[in-house]
């Protein structure tokens, strides 16, 4: 099935095409699908978005005007298109919707202006692209007619199912959970259908819960691969690197986990040579075959705690894995770096490795505890003897790298990984899992941290390399954080007593706010409320991130906030678009003529000249590397990226649920993190997990809420609740399908607060 996102992505951005060539582009061989498409074409040219002449040729609207967005719904009912160009959001009423639902992609048009602080208002003219397909719902009888209502408050419109599906429900309401299917979106007056796919339950367990979530944020369907034959990659112009002894780091705890890359590190000329051994998977794959399509409708690896759902099929991961003693074909970033850190060369050549050494965090752990010069050799690490120098030299190395990215604006902050379990990977960060823009504080402990970071580094010289032979590529990028962003932080910062400093313009850097709280007592509480206001990446063409050409040729600016994955690609199919740019650059880039003395490997090596003036692709090659890298693919990466976060984060919190209902009706203690007018917010501890104490539960006086103090003051005891405040709560309700803690102050606090109002004489203090 096509979508009109997929209708305007074929089309040229300029010239046309035929609409039977666009019916061949989108392999509609069905008649009944060629009919649809001719009923999207008349509605898009009539909404102006496409024209047709009289020949038939479609092409894009010279005249559009129209602005592409998702639509973002609030459970109150208030709508805004959240613009892709990250220009202000464009407010929707609601019988201007369209019948677009929460997170849909769509086309916006702008009917009135913003002005002083009123958003610009707009009107939905079609929806591009469906986020859900299924839904978590409840039924309800209407009339003669059963209606399933979506569990997700955010979606507006009700679906009709059939009568004989209802014959599977239950007829109590707290086991009225369905999983919908919807067949048909609402239009015009006709409202959406659907049907009854299967009852669930949250009394079935940790896979009953799984279930329920893989549901919520649509990642049901999960189609075998295709069976096809694997590629075998080059074997001519590969450096033969199977003596060099690399080294493998054991992230995950289950077998069915990603692939990772393998290093090996060595002392030279004073310096440090790094190899990151990445496996090529782009060698083995066909762009544009039945298996390539596979694996871009997944776009991502995804951890549902003790499984995955890989990208790569299991074939490809056996085939491209590294695994100790086995030759496999790689592509290595050799960099040469001086005693503090900085790059003095790189080279990138495709290469065969025969890693010798697995390491896990047993390993880490001992050679961090051992004492620095001994000689003995604990039995832990017996087992990779022969790897301690090379892991020795690794980590050195890391600790340098680490300290150069912070030093130039990364940032890192502490994970909250909740004490509690069945959580299994999901305490393991993925390495090329970029957190909203931050990274976990390094550990040299961690294989993943350790991967984190050297990939991370890895991808900023891809983003250098291919800046400077001027190459199209898929980046991610973010915005430098701005220091009025920081203001609430500080705030609350000094409200927990944290020194900060500013500078003589009363500003404080991002980073320099992060190294101020690394000592405050408050720390964990004051990181969560930066998380809150760290721009996160997005996947962007290279061709519109404008860096002077002199800071990607100057290596004491490294683009932090521009990089060029490429080292994950058993997790991110981004990677793998770079990797196969990579290959084609390394494999048949065209070398210039002042190329005399035929250096081997000259394109894979750095190039420190201000321009390129000879043609490295053919111009086929140029047009497959910009339909890999175009607006549409870009998109779907994006929306398939946030999908996988949202359910990485849903059932993170699904589990904390979980672990918070075992104390329903117990008195806890827990940390106040935020206070508004209606209640403040507590953190319960081991598990992290956020309630609400609501204002009208606090019976014992009439409270008041101080936004400057951002606090809550009783008008008559005076009693203060404050964020890093310490309160004894009573968990009241958990409700695990709206992910909300319903809690209450201890009663013998709500006691104390009522005795502190009765002076000696009896009266009370204040008005009455």
């Given at each position: 099935m096509?979508?009109v996102?997929?209708?305007?992505?074929?089309?040229?951005?300029?010239?046309?095409?035929?609409?039977?060539t666009?019916?061949k582009?989108?392999k509609?061989t069905?008649?009944?699908?060629?009919?649809?498409?001719?009923?999207a074409?008349k509605a898009?040219?009539?909404l102006?978005?496409?024209?047709r002449?009289?020949q038939?040729?479609?092409?894009?609207s010279?005249?559009e005007n129209s602005?592409?967005?998702?639509i973002?719904?609030?459970s109150k009912?208030?709508?805004f298109?959240v613009?892709?160009?990250?220009e202000e959001?464009?407010?929707?009423?609601?019988?201007f919707l369209n019948h677009?639902?929460h997170?849909?992609?769509?086309l916006v048009?702008i009917?009135?202006?913003?002005?002083?602080r009123r958003?610009?208002?707009?009107?939905?003219l079609?929806?591009?692209?469906?986020a859900?397909?299924?839904?978590?719902?409840?039924?309800?009888?209407s009339?003669d007619?059963?209606?399933a209502k979506?569990?997700d408050e955010?979606i507006?419109s009700?679906?009709?199912?059939?009568?004989?599906?209802?014959?599977?429900?239950?007829?109590?309401?707290?086991?009225n959970?369905v999983?919908?299917?919807?067949n048909?979106?609402?239009?015009?007056?006709?409202p959406?259908?659907?049907?009854?796919?299967?009852?669930?339950s949250?009394?079935?367990?940790p896979?009953g819960?799984?279930?329920i979530?893989?549901?919520?944020?649509?990642l049901i369907?999960d189609?075998?691969?295709p069976?096809?034959?694997?590629?075998?990659?080059?074997?001519?112009?590969?450096v033969?690197?199977?003596?060099?002894?690399?080294?493998i780091?054991?992230?995950w705890s289950?077998d069915q986990?990603?692939?990772?890359?393998c290093?090996?590190?060595?002392?030279?000329?004073?310096g440090?040579?790094l190899f990151?051994h990445v496996?090529?998977?782009?060698e083995?794959?066909?762009?544009?075959?039945?298996?390539?399509?596979?694996?871009?409708?997944r776009?991502?690896?995804?951890?549902?705690g003790?499984?995955?759902?890989?990208l790569l099929?299991n074939?490809?991961i056996?085939?491209?894995a590294?695994?100790?003693?086995?030759?496999?074909?790689?592509?290595?970033?050799?960099?040469?770096?001086?005693?503090?850190?900085?790059?003095?060369?790189?080279?990138?050549?495709?290469?065969?490795?025969?890693?010798?050494?697995?390491?896990?965090?047993?390993?880490?752990?001992?050679l961090?505890?051992?004492?620095k010069g001994?000689?003995?050799?604990p039995?832990k690490?017996?087992?990779?003897k022969?790897?301690?120098?090379?892991?020795?030299?690794?980590?050195f190395?890391s600790e340098?790298?680490n300290?150069?990215?912070?030093?130039?604006g990364?940032?890192q902050l502490?994970?909250?990984?909740?004490?509690?379990n069945?959580?299994?990977?999901?305490?393991i960060?993925p390495?090329?899992l970029?957190?909203?823009?931050?990274?976990?504080?390094?550990?040299c402990?961690?294989p993943e941290?350790?991967?984190n970071?050297l990939?991370?580094?890895?991808n900023?010289?891809?983003t250098?390399?291919?800046k400077?032979?001027?190459i199209?590529?898929?980046?991610?990028?973010?915005?430098l954080?701005?220091?009025?962003?920081?203001?609430?932080?500080?705030?609350?910062?000094?409200?927990?007593?944290?020194?900060?400093t500013?500078?003589?313009?009363?500003?404080?850097s991002?980073?320099?706010?992060?190294?101020?709280?690394?000592?405050?007592?408050?720390?964990?509480l004051?990181?969560?409320?930066a998380?809150n206001?760290?721009?996160?990446?997005?996947?962007?063409n290279?061709?519109?991130?404008?860096?002077?050409?002199?800071?990607?040729l100057?290596?004491?600016?490294?683009?932090?906030?521009?990089e060029?994955?490429?080292?994950?690609?058993?997790?991110?199919?981004?990677?793998?678009i770079?990797?196969?740019?990579?290959?084609k650059?390394?494999?048949?880039?065209?070398?210039?003529?002042?190329?005399?003395d035929?250096i081997?490997n000259?394109?894979?090596k750095?190039?420190?000249?201000?321009?390129?003036?000879?043609?490295?692709?053919?111009?086929?090659q140029?047009?497959?590397?910009?339909?890999m890298?175009?607006?549409?693919?870009?998109?779907d990466?994006n929306?398939?990226?946030?999908?996988?976060?949202?359910f990485?984060d849903?059932?993170?919190?699904?589990?904390?649920?979980?672990?918070?209902?075992q104390?329903?009706n117990?008195t806890i203690?827990?940390?106040?993190?935020?206070?508004?007018?209606?209640?403040?917010?507590?953190e319960i501890?081991p598990?992290?997990?956020e309630?609400?104490?609501?204002?009208?539960?606090?019976?014992?006086?009439?409270?008041?809420?101080?936004?400057r103090?951002?606090?809550?003051?009783?008008?008559?005891?005076?009693?203060?609740?404050?964020?890093?405040?310490?309160?004894?709560?009573s968990?009241?309700?958990?409700?695990?399908?709206?992910?909300?803690?319903d809690?209450d102050i201890?009663?013998k606090?709500?006691?104390?607060n009522?005795?502190?109002?009765?002076?000696n004489?009896?009266?009370?203090?204040?008005?009455s």
């Amino acid at each position: 099935m096509f979508t009109v996102a997929k209708i305007l992505e074929m089309l040229p951005s300029e010239g046309g095409v035929e609409q039977k060539t666009l019916e061949k582009m989108l392999k509609l061989t069905k008649k009944v699908d060629r009919t649809r498409l001719e009923i999207a074409v008349k509605a898009l040219n009539k909404l102006e978005i496409i024209e047709r002449n009289s020949q038939n040729i479609l092409k894009k609207s010279a005249n559009e005007n129209s602005i592409r967005a998702s639509i973002r719904c609030s459970s109150k009912g208030y709508c805004f298109a959240v613009r892709e160009d990250e220009e202000e959001d464009i407010y929707i009423r609601e019988n201007f919707l369209n019948h677009a639902w929460h997170g849909d992609k769509v086309l916006v048009r702008i009917n009135r202006e913003g002005i002083r602080r009123r958003s610009p208002e707009g009107q939905v003219l079609c929806v591009l692209q469906r986020a859900k397909a299924n839904l978590l719902a409840s039924i309800e009888k209407s009339g003669d007619n059963f209606l399933a209502k979506p569990l997700d408050e955010r979606i507006l419109s009700k679906i009709e199912i059939p009568l004989n599906d209802t014959k599977i429900l239950k007829t109590s309401e707290e086991n009225n959970i369905v999983h919908i299917k919807v067949n048909k979106y609402p239009i015009a007056q006709k409202p959406a259908k659907g049907e009854v796919v299967r009852k669930l339950s949250l009394n079935d367990g940790p896979e009953g819960d799984l279930e329920i979530i893989k549901t919520k944020y649509n990642l049901i369907e999960d189609n075998s691969p295709p069976n096809v034959s694997i590629k075998k990659p080059l074997t001519k112009q590969r450096v033969n690197l199977e003596k060099q002894p690399s080294i493998i780091f054991q992230t995950w705890s289950t077998d069915q986990s990603p692939i990772v890359p393998c290093f090996f590190a060595e002392p030279n000329e004073g310096g440090i040579k790094l190899f990151i051994h990445v496996p090529t998977v782009c060698e083995r794959i066909n762009f544009g075959s039945k298996l390539d399509e596979w694996i871009r409708n997944r776009s991502k690896s995804i951890c549902f705690g003790d499984t995955w759902k890989n990208l790569l099929s299991n074939k490809l991961i056996a085939e491209s894995a590294f695994q100790v003693d086995k030759p496999s074909s790689s592509i290595t970033l050799e960099l040469d770096m001086n005693k503090n850190g900085d790059i003095t060369n790189w080279e990138f050549y495709l290469s065969s490795i025969k890693p010798i050494s697995l390491i896990n965090r047993e390993h880490l752990d001992t050679l961090h505890k051992r004492k620095k010069g001994s000689r003995t050799i604990p039995a832990k690490l017996k087992s990779i003897k022969t790897s301690i120098s090379n892991l020795e030299t690794i980590l050195f190395i890391s600790e340098l790298i680490n300290k150069r990215l912070t030093e130039s604006g990364l940032i890192q902050l502490d994970q909250d990984i909740p004490d509690i379990n069945n959580l299994y990977d999901l305490s393991i960060t993925p390495p090329g899992l970029d957190l909203d823009g931050w990274m976990p504080s390094f550990s040299c402990t961690k294989p993943e941290s350790i991967i984190n970071l050297l990939t991370k580094y890895s991808n900023i010289i891809l983003t250098l390399h291919f800046k400077s032979l001027d190459i199209e590529s898929i980046n991610l990028t973010k915005p430098l954080q701005e220091n009025f962003q920081v203001n609430d932080i500080i705030k609350s910062a000094l409200l927990l007593d944290t020194k900060i400093t500013v500078n003589e313009e009363g500003l404080l850097s991002f980073n320099d706010l992060v190294s101020a709280i690394k000592a405050s007592p408050h720390k964990h509480l004051i990181q969560k409320l930066a998380k809150n206001y760290i721009t996160d990446y997005r996947f962007s063409n290279s061709s519109i991130n404008e860096y002077p050409i002199t800071d990607f040729l100057d290596l004491k600016k490294l683009p932090l906030y521009n990089e060029t994955p490429w080292t994950n690609p058993g997790t991110n199919y981004s990677d793998i678009i770079n990797q196969f740019i990579l290959c084609k650059l390394l494999s048949e880039g065209k070398t210039p003529k002042l190329n005399k003395d035929k250096i081997p490997n000259f394109l894979g090596k750095r190039y420190t000249k201000l321009t390129v003036d000879w043609s490295i692709f053919t111009n086929t090659q140029k047009s497959l590397i910009t339909k890999m890298c175009s607006e549409g693919q870009i998109a779907d990466l994006n929306t398939k990226r946030n999908q996988a976060k949202s359910f990485r984060d849903g059932l993170l919190s699904f589990i904390q649920l979980r672990s918070v209902e075992q104390n329903i009706n117990q008195t806890i203690e827990g940390t106040i993190t935020g206070v508004q007018s209606y209640g403040f917010f507590v953190e319960i501890e081991p598990s992290f997990a956020e309630g609400l104490v609501h204002v009208s539960s606090l019976d014992d006086d009439w409270y008041e809420y101080r936004s400057r103090q951002n606090l809550l003051v009783g008008r008559k005891n005076k009693k203060t609740y404050q964020i890093g405040d310490k309160v004894s709560i009573s968990i009241l309700k958990v409700d695990l399908l709206r992910n909300q803690i319903d809690l209450d102050i201890d009663n013998k606090e709500k006691q104390s607060n009522s005795d502190s109002l009765i002076v000696n004489d009896g009266e009370l203090k204040g008005n009455s």
